[in-house]
Nanobody, 123 residues
Protein backbone atom coordinates (compact mmCIF):
# COMPACT_ATOMS: atom_id res chain seq x y z
CA UNK A 1 0.00 0.00 0.00
CA UNK A 2 1.24 3.46 -0.90
CA UNK A 3 0.67 6.29 1.53
CA UNK A 4 0.69 9.74 -0.04
CA UNK A 5 0.96 13.08 1.74
CA UNK A 6 0.42 16.39 -0.04
CA UNK A 7 1.88 19.66 1.22
CA UNK A 8 2.64 23.17 0.04
CA UNK A 9 -0.82 24.62 -0.19
CA UNK A 10 -1.77 27.99 1.19
CA UNK A 11 -3.26 31.39 0.53
CA UNK A 12 -1.83 33.40 -2.35
CA UNK A 13 -2.87 36.42 -4.36
CA UNK A 14 -3.88 36.11 -7.99
CA UNK A 15 -0.78 35.96 -10.17
CA UNK A 16 1.25 34.31 -7.44
CA UNK A 17 2.89 30.89 -7.28
CA UNK A 18 2.88 27.80 -5.11
CA UNK A 19 4.69 24.48 -5.30
CA UNK A 20 2.84 21.42 -4.10
CA UNK A 21 4.62 18.24 -3.06
CA UNK A 22 3.34 14.68 -2.97
CA UNK A 23 5.50 12.48 -0.77
CA UNK A 24 5.09 8.72 -0.77
CA UNK A 25 5.82 6.45 2.14
CA UNK A 26 5.53 2.72 2.89
CA UNK A 27 6.26 1.92 -0.75
CA UNK A 28 8.30 3.54 -3.44
CA UNK A 29 6.52 5.83 -5.84
CA UNK A 30 9.00 5.28 -8.65
CA UNK A 31 7.03 2.39 -10.13
CA UNK A 32 3.88 4.43 -10.53
CA UNK A 33 2.55 7.13 -12.74
CA UNK A 34 1.03 9.87 -10.60
CA UNK A 35 -1.81 12.26 -11.11
CA UNK A 36 -2.84 15.53 -9.50
CA UNK A 37 -6.52 16.34 -9.13
CA UNK A 38 -8.41 19.19 -7.51
CA UNK A 39 -11.80 19.62 -5.96
CA UNK A 40 -13.56 22.91 -5.37
CA UNK A 41 -16.46 23.15 -2.89
CA UNK A 42 -19.60 21.57 -4.31
CA UNK A 43 -17.83 20.32 -7.42
CA UNK A 44 -16.39 17.04 -8.64
CA UNK A 45 -12.75 16.10 -8.34
CA UNK A 46 -11.14 17.14 -11.61
CA UNK A 47 -7.96 16.07 -13.38
CA UNK A 48 -5.10 18.57 -13.30
CA UNK A 49 -1.88 16.86 -14.40
CA UNK A 50 -0.26 13.45 -14.87
CA UNK A 51 3.30 12.20 -15.05
CA UNK A 52 4.54 8.76 -16.07
CA UNK A 53 6.77 6.71 -13.78
CA UNK A 54 9.84 7.80 -15.74
CA UNK A 55 8.78 11.42 -16.05
CA UNK A 56 8.97 11.26 -19.83
CA UNK A 57 5.24 11.44 -20.50
CA UNK A 58 3.35 14.43 -19.07
CA UNK A 59 -0.21 15.66 -19.57
CA UNK A 60 -2.19 18.65 -18.33
CA UNK A 61 -5.76 19.78 -18.20
CA UNK A 62 -6.39 22.57 -20.69
CA UNK A 63 -7.21 24.95 -17.86
CA UNK A 64 -3.69 24.77 -16.41
CA UNK A 65 -1.51 24.31 -19.51
CA UNK A 66 1.27 26.86 -19.65
CA UNK A 67 0.85 27.75 -15.97
CA UNK A 68 1.40 24.49 -14.06
CA UNK A 69 4.35 22.12 -14.28
CA UNK A 70 4.39 18.57 -12.94
CA UNK A 71 7.70 16.89 -12.16
CA UNK A 72 9.08 14.10 -10.03
CA UNK A 73 12.18 13.15 -8.11
CA UNK A 74 12.13 9.38 -7.73
CA UNK A 75 15.16 9.45 -5.45
CA UNK A 76 13.10 11.52 -3.02
CA UNK A 77 9.90 9.57 -3.65
CA UNK A 78 8.19 12.87 -4.42
CA UNK A 79 6.07 14.36 -7.19
CA UNK A 80 5.73 18.12 -7.49
CA UNK A 81 3.20 20.52 -8.97
CA UNK A 82 4.58 23.98 -9.64
CA UNK A 83 1.71 26.41 -10.03
CA UNK A 84 2.35 29.84 -11.52
CA UNK A 85 0.07 32.69 -12.56
CA UNK A 86 -2.57 31.45 -10.17
CA UNK A 87 -6.17 32.52 -10.64
CA UNK A 88 -9.08 32.60 -8.19
CA UNK A 89 -10.65 29.72 -10.12
CA UNK A 90 -7.66 27.55 -9.15
CA UNK A 91 -8.93 27.60 -5.56
CA UNK A 92 -9.54 24.00 -4.49
CA UNK A 93 -8.21 21.13 -2.44
CA UNK A 94 -5.44 19.48 -4.43
CA UNK A 95 -4.88 15.72 -4.27
CA UNK A 96 -2.25 13.38 -5.64
CA UNK A 97 -2.78 9.70 -6.35
CA UNK A 98 -0.95 6.79 -7.94
CA UNK A 99 -2.26 5.74 -11.31
CA UNK A 100 -3.22 2.07 -11.38
CA UNK A 101 -4.58 1.60 -14.91
CA UNK A 102 -7.10 2.99 -17.34
CA UNK A 103 -7.49 6.55 -18.51
CA UNK A 104 -5.56 9.13 -16.53
CA UNK A 105 -8.52 11.52 -16.48
CA UNK A 106 -10.81 9.48 -14.20
CA UNK A 107 -10.47 9.18 -10.44
CA UNK A 108 -11.45 5.50 -10.70
CA UNK A 109 -8.11 4.81 -12.43
CA UNK A 110 -6.20 5.65 -9.25
CA UNK A 111 -5.55 3.55 -6.17
CA UNK A 112 -4.34 5.59 -3.23
CA UNK A 113 -5.03 9.21 -2.47
CA UNK A 114 -3.49 11.69 -0.11
CA UNK A 115 -5.54 13.79 2.29
CA UNK A 116 -5.26 16.86 0.09
CA UNK A 117 -3.83 20.34 0.54
CA UNK A 118 -5.88 23.51 0.33
CA UNK A 119 -4.98 26.15 -2.24
CA UNK A 120 -6.78 29.47 -1.99
CA UNK A 121 -6.20 32.23 -4.53
CA UNK A 122 -7.53 35.67 -3.66
CA UNK A 123 -8.45 38.24 -6.28
Amino acid sequence: QVQLVESGGGLVQAGGSLRLSCLASRRTLRNYAVGWFRQAPGKERDFVAHISWSGVSIDYADSVKGRFTISRDNAKNTVYLQMNSLKPEDTAVYYCANHRDGTMFLTSSYDYWGQGTQVTVSS
